[in-house]
């Protein structure tokens, strides 16, 4: 019975990376079979608020030392063991390798270990370093996308055969019926950090309002840092563009589906859920055009090239005009939580018989 067994291991709810609590809440929630959320609780050492070298500090001691060592003396009353996400990867180091899997959401704080050009933190070694170790030690490595599949079988971390693809799911909110938010307005959900290019997505809004002059802008989810505030400021936009947090996912739907168009201008993205909840609501969608991202949006997307203003503008416009929403929804409906979860299990089934 012991080798039938499985703990989960997530992120700490404390570090707000609302994506990869929701993967693992809906894992658990769709999973066959008995299992165990293990996580210790966050302990405050030094800091007070989520900010500044002290929340830093704490985290890192929360991560290295007190997440592992809750994780060795569980080690043995499990059969299996699967890290949520992939920058818990160290966590591997602390229990039997041979039957820990790891979900690999993105190789986005590897970059530079992966490609020498690019600029690395003097950190980056110390903090980076045991998370890499892990994945190259775990047994199965998971993903969401083709794109990544095919990636990571590159790196040569393990064998093809122990990287498994396993999408996303849409939860069941996000559907075209219900309410609505009422108004003119673009969308955009996730943070606002870099590789977000909230500088992108504001030169596209200007640009779509000259056409469009009463149309709104809508951020949800992220927190904009003082640089695109002055941003903000400058292009003369102050008034139209707004920003809503810590939404419940009915809120959110209702975003959605209000939404003329959803805007996604990034320069990196694992997979990009905000697409397929969009398409799941009907929403049309403009996408930077990315593997994995072209993967979200199954076709349906309109996808333009990474920084491409007048592009990104121009598509937008057109998607205001011309939507399909249909085909959204049929190619939506092909991601569930369910599915997700019966191939992560499939994976450590096989892995028990020994395949």
């Not at 009353?77 to 990867?89: E, L």
């Not at 270990?113 to 903090?127: G, R």
């Not at 209702?254 to 909840?277: T, W």
Request: aromatic share 10%; hydrophobic share 45%.
């Amino acid at each position: 019975m012991l080798y039938e067994s499985i703990s989960f291991l997530p992120v700490y709810p404390q570090e707000h990376w609302p994506s990869m609590d929701l993967c693992a809440e809906r894992l658990a929630a769709s999973w066959p079979t008995d299992y165990l959320l293990m996580l210790p609780g966050f302990r405050r050492v030094l800091s007070s608020r989520n900010r500044g070298i002290l929340w830093n500090l704490d985290r890192a001691w929360n991560r290295y030392v007190r997440y592992p060592s809750l994780a060795r003396r569980m080690a043995h009353r499990f059969g299996f063991f699967h890290v949520v996400d992939h920058s818990y990867a160290h966590l591997v180091s602390a229990l039997p390798a041979l039957r820990t899997g790891v979900f690999v959401h993105d190789l986005i704080p590897f970059e530079p270990i992966l490609n020498s050009t690019l600029p690395k933190p003097w950190w980056h070694s110390m903090v980076f370093g045991p998370v890499w170790d892990g994945l190259r030690r775990a047994a199965l490595l998971f993903c969401s996308t083709k794109a990544m599949w095919s990636r990571l079988g590159g790196l040569n971390l393990c064998p093809s055969t122990r990287i498994v693809h396993a999408p996303y799911g849409v939860c069941e909110e996000f559907r075209p019926g219900g309410q609505r938010e009422t108004g003119a307005y673009l969308l955009h959900v996730g943070s606002c950090v870099a590789r977000k290019r909230m500088d992108d997505l504001l030169r596209v809004f200007v640009e779509v309002r000259k056409h469009c002059p009463d149309l709104r802008l809508i951020q949800a989810g992220g927190t904009f840092t003082a640089l695109q505030r002055s941003l903000i400021s400058s292009l003369g936009i102050s008034k139209a563009v707004e920003q809503r947090r810590n939404l419940t996912r009915d809120e959110l739907a209702r975003l959605y589906r209000g939404a003329r168009v959803v805007l996604m201008p990034s320069d990196n993205e694992g997979f990009g859920l905000p697409v397929i909840e969009a398409l799941a609501c009907a929403a049309p969608v403009v996408a930077s055009d990315l593997p994995t991202l072209r993967e979200a949006g199954g076709g349906v997307a309109r996808h333009v090239a990474v920084g491409d203003i007048h592009g990104f503008a121009q598509a937008t416009l057109a998607a205001m005009e011309r939507h399909d929403p249909a085909a959204g929804l049929h190619h939506a409906s092909r991601f569930t939580w369910v599915n997700h979860a019966a191939i992560i299990h499939d994976a450590y089934s096989r892995l028990a018989a020994g395949e």
